[in-house]
T-cell receptor, first 111, second 114 residues
Framework: KNQVEQSPQSLIILEGKNCTLQCNYTVSPFSNLRWYKQDTGRGPVSLTIMTFSENTKSNGRYTATLDADTKQSSLHITASQLSDSASYICVVEEYGNKLVFGAGTILRVKS | NAGVTQTPKFRILKIGQSMTLQCTQDMNHNYMYWYRQDPGMGLKLIYYSVGAGITDKGEVPNGYNVSRSTTEDFPLRLELAAPSQTSVYFC?????????????FGNGTRLTVT
């Protein structure tokens, strides 16, 4: 069964610190991998999309990496801000356009 | 530019009641989707549409119906509501299904069935 597993489930960090969120997947074959940010009470918003041939993609203080051989991705957040507090969702697209969503990592940034 | 708009934001239904969740987008996107999000789980696709007049089932379509009479609107109908349909429902749209076309989500409808 194609799955997307995210770790940790939740994380608390101090404002200004860096953090890395992990995503492991078993989806195969896969077309692309996406990271979304979901603020409390809102819909997910796209952060990055990487094809299977890309290793890294940045969006401001967010940098996503992808290792298609080990089926792992990470999202690195630099110099965290209070507004980074949200759920971060990893999504893997199978060939044939089916999206498989992870359950998300809940990040809390405190001052 | 409002993006994807969902109404209502919250709703409580009694078992057996029916309702329609509304979704409209102003980006002229052909592709529209309905997802449900349950605690601790990834989003699950209920129905999707590739254009006006064309709809298809997703992973969890039982107990739901959709229609797509215009490009802008994609309502989701719940008939005979059951407690298992308690969830947060998200409507989304995209320009195409290519890698360069991310999903744009609405802010969700939180539904409780008691």
């Amino acid at each position: 069964k194609n799955q997307v597993e995210q770790s940790p489930q939740s994380l608390i960090i101090l404002e200004g610190k860096n953090c890395t969120l992990q995503c492991n997947y078993t989806v195969s074959p896969f077309s692309n991998l996406r990271w979304y940010k979901q603020d409390t009470g809102r819909g997910p918003v796209s952060l990055t999309i990487m094809t299977f041939s890309e290793n890294t993609k940045s969006n401001g203080r967010y940098t996503a990496t992808l290792d298609a051989d080990t089926k792992q991705s990470s999202l690195h957040i630099t110099a965290s801000q209070l507004s980074d507090s949200a759920s971060y969702i990893c999504v893997v697209e199978e060939y044939g356009n089916k999206l498989v969503f992870g359950a998300g990592t809940i990040l809390r940034v405190k001052s | 530019n409002a993006g994807v708009t969902q109404t209502p934001k919250f709703r409580i239904l009694k078992i057996g009641q029916s309702m329609t969740l509304q979704c409209t987008q102003d980006m002229n996107h052909n592709y529209m989707y309905w997802y449900r999000q349950d605690p601790g789980m990834g989003l699950k696709l209920i129905y999707y549409s590739v254009g006006a007049g064309i709809t298809d089932k997703g992973e969890v379509p039982n107990g739901y119906n959709v229609s797509r009479s215009t490009t802008e609107d994609f309502p989701l109908r719940l008939e005979l509501a059951a407690p298992s349909q308690t969830s947060v429902y998200f409507c989304a749209s995209s320009y195409s299904r290519t890698v360069n076309s991310p999903l744009h989500f609405g802010n969700g409808t939180r539904l409780t069935v008691t």
